[in-house]
């Protein structure tokens, strides 16, 4: 079945870097644009980065442009988020979703930047 499974979250004090990923199974991961979405408590569900098929082509939220980085392996049918100076508004769950003509979701990480 289809899976979607990140990893790599955890607690990091503000500046700090962390590299999430995102391990794919049961879908033709090449052909599927790759997003990262993270949803804060309280808040709606955010679009982060995105990368297209090949990887050609990637896109950001202006809150994390210069700071984050998304990439893919599709040798490892895997995505990637790697952060850099972090902040406390950071703080969210972070989730990998998959988009072609359907989408598929991931259960989530938790990032926490805090002091």
């Known amino acids: 079945q289809v899976q979607l499974v990140e990893s790599g979250g955890g607690l990091v004090q503000p500046g700090g870097s962390l590299r999430l990923s995102c391990a794919a199974s049961?879908?033709?991961?090449?052909?599927?644009?790759m997003r990262w979405y993270r949803q804060a408590p309280g808040q709606e569900r955010e679009l982060v980065a995105a990368?297209?098929?090949?990887?050609?082509?990637?896109s950001y939220a202006d809150s994390v442009r210069g700071r984050f980085t998304i990439s893919r392996d599709n040798a490892k049918n895997t995505a990637y988020l790697q952060m850099n100076s972090l902040k406390p508004e950071d703080t969210a769950v972070y989730y990998c979703?998959?988009?072609?003509?359907?989408?598929?979701w991931g259960q989530g990480t938790q990032v926490t930047v805090s002091s």
């Open positions: 979703n998959a988009l072609r003509l359907r989408q598929y």
């Open positions: 990368i297209t098929s090949a990887g050609g082509s990637t």
């Open positions: 049961g879908f033709t991961f090449s052909i599927y644009t």
